[in-house]
C-alpha cells in the first residue's frame, strides 16, 4: 500500500494569546505537532507532508532535521478542505491518505491503523466519537439505514441536527483518486464562508462510496487544544495514560497525579517512584529502583536496586547498580557511577567517573574527575578542573582517602592507597600510598586578646 499522509498544522491559534504558532506549544516538553508527526511515522508512510501557515518558519525550523517531511505552505487560511487543496498536488494517484490534525497529539497507531483499513475503491473511513456535550463540534448524520451521509458543522446545523451526539473528529483516509476528484467540488457557501473537508463525505455518499465511521479507544485521543486550558488538559491525559502504563509495567507511583514524564521512560520490576518527580528526555530505570520525592532526572541510566533520595537532580548520567545518591545531589552530564557507588548530600559531579563502592559523601563538587574503586572523598572536596580558560582533570587511585575541605588542583593524579589531609591544598602528584599534608603550621598565640565592642 502507497500509504501517504497529510498533517493539518496551519492554524494561528489566537486563542492562545501566543506569538508561536498553536501546533507548537507542548504537551509533555514535545510540541503537539511533534507527537502526531512520531506517531504517524509508526504506520509506515511512504509520503508525510504538512500543511503550515501561520509561523510557518518557526515550524519549519522546529522540524529542520525531519528531513522525511514534506512541506506545504497555505497562504490564505480558508478551511480545512483548501489546506488539503494546498498538499493534493503532492499525492500520488494510486496513493490511501491519511488526514490528520497537528493540535490533536493523543491519537494512537492503532487508530489511525483501523481508518487505514477501512480504506478501498468502494469506501473511505472517517473517525467520530460520542460526545456527552457536543457543543462545537461538526455531527454526523446518518440516514435511516445508519450510513453516515454528511457532516454538519455547528454554525450551519439545524435546531434538530444539534441533538446529535456523534461528532466529528477531522481524521479521515480516503483514496486519492477519490479526493482529487472530491475536493474541485467544495463550496464556500456556508457561515464561516470556508472551504469544508467534511464536505468530502456527502460527495462520498452522492458517488456510491461507502463512509465506514469507527472510533477511538477513548475520547481522550481525540483531545485538541485551542486555549492554555485545554492545553493544560491535554498535559493531564496524556500523563495519566504515561503513569498507567508504568503502573501496569510493575512500577509503583505513590500519586500518580504528582509524576510527570516528558519524553520516553522505561521501567523494570518493582520500582517505587514518591510524589513530583520529572523524567525528562530517555530515561531507563532497572528492577527494585527507589526514587524519593522531587527528583528531576533527564536523558540517564538507572541500574538495579538503586536509592535516589529526595531533591536530587541528574542529567545525562549512567548509574550502575546498588548506588546511593543524595538527598540534594546533583549529577551533571557525563557524570558515571560503577556498582555501589555513592554520592551524597548536596554534591555535585560532572564529566566524573566514580569507581565501584567509592564514596563522595558530602558537600563537594567533582568535576572531570575519575575516581577508581574504593575511594573515600571527605566533605568539602573541589577538584579544581577550570583555570579560567582549559578544563583539565583529576585522577584519584583505588582506595584513596582525602581529607575534608581539600583541594585538587587539576592536572593532578593521587595514587592508590594515598591520603591527603585535611585542608590541603594539593598542586602536585601525590605517590601510591603516600600522605600529602599541604596546609600553613598552626601557631598557638598565648595572651591573646579579644576585640571588644566599642
Same mark, same amino acid.
Request: charged share 20%.
Given at each position: 500500500?502507497?500509504?501517504?499522509?497529510?498533517?493539518? &498544522?496551519?492554524?494561528?491559534?489566537?486563542?492562545?494569546?501566543?506569538?508561536?504558532?498553536?501546533?507548537?506549544?507542548?504537551?509533555?516538553?514535545?510540541?503537539?505537532? +511533534?507527537?502526531?508527526?512520531?506517531?504517524?511515522?509508526?504506520? !509506515?508512510?511512504?509520503?508525510?507532508?504538512?500543511?503550515?501557515?501561520?509561523?510557518?518558519?518557526?515550524?519549519?525550523?522546529?522540524?529542520?532535521?525531519?528531513?522525511?517531511?514534506?512541506?506545504?505552505?497555505?497562504?490564505?487560511?480558508?478551511?480545512? !478542505?483548501? &489546506?488539503?487543496?494546498?498538499?493534493?498536488?503532492?499525492?500520488?494517484?494510486?496513493?490511501?491518505?491519511?488526514?490528520?490534525? +497537528?493540535?490533536?497529539?493523543?491519537?494512537?497507531?492503532?487508530?489511525?491503523?483501523?481508518?487505514?483499513?477501512?480504506?478501498?475503491?468502494?469506501?473511505?473511513?472517517?473517525?467520530?466519537?460520542?460526545?456527552?456535550?457536543?457543543?462545537?463540534?461538526?455531527?454526523?448524520?446518518? =440516514?435511516?439505514?445508519?450510513?453516515?451521509? @454528511?457532516?454538519?458543522?455547528?454554525?450551519?446545523? =439545524?435546531?434538530?441536527?444539534?441533538?446529535?451526539?456523534?461528532?466529528?473528529?477531522?481524521?479521515? @483516509?480516503?483514496?486519492?483518486?477519490?479526493?482529487?476528484?472530491?475536493?474541485?467540488?467544495?463550496?464556500? %457557501?456556508?457561515?464561516?464562508?470556508?472551504?469544508?473537508?467534511? %464536505?468530502?463525505?456527502?460527495?462520498?455518499?452522492?458517488? +456510491?462510496?461507502?463512509?465506514? @465511521?469507527?472510533?477511538?479507544?477513548?475520547?481522550?485521543?481525540?483531545?485538541?487544544? /485551542?486555549?492554555?486550558?485545554?492545553?493544560?488538559?491535554?498535559?493531564?491525559?496524556?500523563?495519566?495514560?504515561?503513569?498507567?502504563?508504568?503502573?501496569?509495567?510493575?512500577?509503583?507511583?505513590?500519586?500518580? @497525579?504528582?509524576?510527570?514524564?516528558? !519524553?520516553?521512560?522505561?521501567?523494570?520490576?518493582?520500582?517505587?517512584? =514518591?510524589?513530583? $518527580?520529572?523524567?525528562?528526555?530517555?530515561?531507563?530505570?532497572?528492577?527494585?529502583?527507589?526514587?524519593?520525592?522531587?527528583?528531576?532526572?533527564?536523558?540517564?541510566?538507572? +541500574?538495579? /536496586?538503586?536509592?535516589?533520595?529526595?531533591?536530587?537532580?541528574?542529567?545525562?548520567?549512567?548509574?550502575?547498580?546498588? $548506588?546511593?545518591? !543524595?538527598?540534594?545531589?546533583?549529577?551533571?552530564?557525563?557524570?558515571?557511577?560503577?556498582?555501589?557507588?555513592?554520592?551524597?548530600?548536596?554534591?555535585?559531579?560532572?564529566?566524573?567517573?566514580?569507581?565501584?563502592?567509592?564514596?563522595?559523601?558530602?558537600?563537594?563538587?567533582?568535576?572531570?574527575?575519575?575516581?577508581?574503586?574504593?575511594?573515600?572523598?571527605?566533605?568539602?572536596?573541589?577538584? $579544581? /578542573?577550570?583555570?579560567?580558560?582549559?578544563?583539565?582533570?583529576?585522577?584519584?587511585?583505588?582506595?584513596?582517602?582525602?581529607?575534608?575541605?581539600?583541594?585538587?588542583?587539576?592536572?593532578?593524579?593521587?595514587?592508590?592507597?594515598?591520603?591527603?589531609?585535611?585542608?590541603?591544598?594539593?598542586?602536585?602528584?601525590?605517590?601510591?600510598?603516600?600522605?600529602?599534608?599541604?596546609?600553613?603550621?598552626?601557631?598557638?598565640?598565648?595572651?591573646?586578646?579579644?576585640?571588644?565592642?566599642?
Amino acid at each position: 500500500m502507497n500509504l501517504q499522509i497529510v498533517i493539518l &498544522a496551519a492554524g494561528q491559534g489566537t486563542r492562545m494569546k501566543s506569538t508561536k504558532p498553536k501546533v507548537l506549544h507542548p504537551v509533555a516538553g514535545k510540541p503537539m505537532v +511533534g507527537h502526531v508527526i512520531d506517531t504517524c511515522k509508526l504506520i !509506515g508512510a511512504n509520503k508525510m507532508a504538512v500543511v503550515i501557515g501561520h509561523g510557518a518558519d518557526q515550524v519549519r525550523q522546529q522540524f529542520a532535521s525531519e528531513v522525511s517531511l514534506e512541506w506545504v505552505e497555505q497562504l490564505e487560511q480558508l478551511g480545512t !478542505g483548501h &489546506a488539503v487543496q494546498m498538499a493534493e498536488p503532492n499525492l500520488d494517484d494510486d496513493a490511501v491518505v491519511l488526514i490528520c490534525y +497537528g493540535d490533536s497529539p493523543l491519537i494512537e497507531a492503532d487508530t489511525f491503523q483501523q481508518l487505514i483499513k477501512d480504506v478501498s475503491d468502494n469506501s473511505m473511513a472517517l473517525l467520530t466519537v460520542e460526545m456527552p456535550d457536543p457543543t462545537g463540534y461538526g455531527r454526523i448524520i446518518r =440516514d435511516d439505514s445508519a450510513n453516515v451521509i @454528511a457532516i454538519v458543522e455547528q454554525k450551519d446545523a =439545524d435546531e434538530q441536527q444539534r441533538l446529535v451526539s456523534e461528532v466529528n473528529t477531522g481524521v479521515m @483516509a480516503v483514496a486519492a483518486k477519490h479526493l482529487k476528484q472530491w475536493l474541485p467540488q467544495l463550496s464556500n %457557501d456556508n457561515a464561516q464562508g470556508e472551504y469544508y473537508l467534511t %464536505d468530502v463525505i456527502a460527495l462520498a455518499a452522492e458517488n +456510491g462510496v461507502t463512509v465506514i @465511521a469507527s472510533q477511538p479507544a477513548s475520547v481522550d485521543e481525540v483531545m485538541g487544544a /485551542n486555549n492554555r486550558v485545554q492545553l493544560a488538559e491535554l498535559e493531564r491525559c496524556y500523563q495519566r495514560q504515561q503513569v498507567q502504563r508504568l503502573m501496569l509495567n510493575g512500577a509503583t507511583l505513590l500519586d500518580p @497525579a504528582r509524576v510527570d514524564i516528558r !519524553g520516553e521512560l522505561a521501567t523494570g520490576r518493582d520500582v517505587s517512584i =514518591d510524589i513530583n $518527580c520529572v523524567f525528562v528526555g530517555k530515561v531507563t530505570i532497572g528492577d527494585n529502583v527507589v526514587i524519593e520525592p522531587n527528583c528531576f532526572i533527564s536523558d540517564s541510566e538507572i +541500574g538495579d /536496586n538503586t536509592v535516589i533520595k529526595a531533591n536530587s537532580v541528574l542529567e545525562q548520567a549512567v548509574v550502575a547498580e546498588g $548506588c546511593d545518591i !543524595g538527598p540534594f545531589a546533583r549529577l551533571r552530564p557525563g557524570t558515571v557511577l560503577a556498582n555501589k557507588a555513592k554520592i551524597g548530600n548536596f554534591v555535585e559531579t560532572k564529566k566524573a567517573i566514580i569507581g565501584e563502592g567509592s564514596k563522595v559523601n558530602h558537600l563537594s563538587y567533582i568535576g572531570d574527575c575519575e575516581v577508581g574503586i574504593g575511594a573515600n572523598i571527605g566533605a568539602g572536596t573541589i577538584t $579544581c /578542573n577550570y583555570d579560567g580558560v582549559n578544563k583539565s582533570k583529576t585522577e584519584i587511585g583505588d582506595g584513596a582517602f582525602i581529607g575534608s575541605n581539600s583541594s585538587l588542583v587539576a592536572p593532578v593524579k593521587v595514587g592508590d592507597g594515598a591520603t591527603v589531609g585535611a585542608g590541603a591544598t594539593v598542586t602536585s602528584d601525590v605517590a601510591a600510598g603516600e600522605l600529602a599534608v599541604a596546609r600553613a603550621k598552626q601557631r598557638n598565640i598565648a595572651g591573646w586578646k579579644r576585640p571588644v565592642k566599642k
